[in-house]
């Protein structure tokens, strides 16, 4: 049984930082890119950051370029994104995504909310 389970999120003040991770379990991890989405409030489902099977490549979005970092463990698993300098506009839901060729898994999700 596939299984990603995120965990990390919670409410912080701006300027912050949290460490989302995602926890994985029924397919083969290090066979598989791995993204970081969010979805704000009332908005679409937004592409944050990715990572490549080895992690040798990494994509983040303009929005979030230079704050946040994302990061691979495939003996654990898990992938990770570290997120500092938080904004108010930074607040989502975050969902952590396996992808390989058209197959995909998805994670339930993670509330992020920054808010002093």
């Known amino acids: 049984q596939v299984q990603l389970v995120e965990s990390g999120g919670g409410l912080v003040q701006p300027g912050g930082s949290l460490r989302l991770s995602c926890a994985t379990s029924g397919f083969t991890f290090s066979s598989y890119g791995m993204n970081w989405y969010r979805q704000p409030p009332g908005k679409e489902r937004e592409l944050v950051a990715g990572i490549s099977s080895v992690g040798d490549s990494r994509y983040y979005g303009d929005s979030v370029k230079g704050r946040f970092t994302i990061s691979r463990d495939n003996a654990k698993n898990t992938v990770s994104l570290q997120m500092n300098n938080l904004k108010p506009e930074d607040t989502a839901v975050y969902y952590c995504?396996?992808?390989?060729?058209?197959?995909?898994?998805w994670g339930q999700g993670t509330q992020v909310t920054v808010s002093s």
């Open positions: 995504k396996a992808r390989r060729d058209t197959v995909t898994y």
